[in-house]
């Protein structure tokens, strides 16, 4: 009786082992498809905040000079973030 509860114990075993296995395996399997779309958007963060203190106007409070035009500042600005968004997720 000894032998076959021992033998009942190492199939049972044996079983777990092969669930925990393969359950490990579909776990890491998918964290691959999740751990790219979370480094794409960090990266986003890190660029679109480049991109927005990029934004900077030439013209000086105290000094009359003619306004610059708020969409070409807006595009400079627009142009650096999509130059480092092309090369960061071409990288």
Do not use: W
Not at 66 to 74: G, L, R, S, T, V
Request: glycine share 10%.
């Amino acid at each position: 009786k000894a032998t076959q509860v021992g033998d009942n114990v190492g199939d049972c075993a044996a079983r777990g082992a092969d669930l925990f296995e393969s359950i490990a395996a579909e776990i890491i399997n998918s964290s691959g498809s999740i751990l790219f779309p979370l480094v794409v958007h960090s990266f986003d963060l890190v660029i679109s905040s480049v991109g927005i203190l990029s934004i900077r106007g030439t013209r000086d409070s105290g000094l009359i000079s003619p306004i610059e035009d708020p969409m070409a500042i807006m595009q400079k600005g627009y142009s650096i973030t999509i130059l480092l968004a092309v090369l960061t997720f071409g990288v």
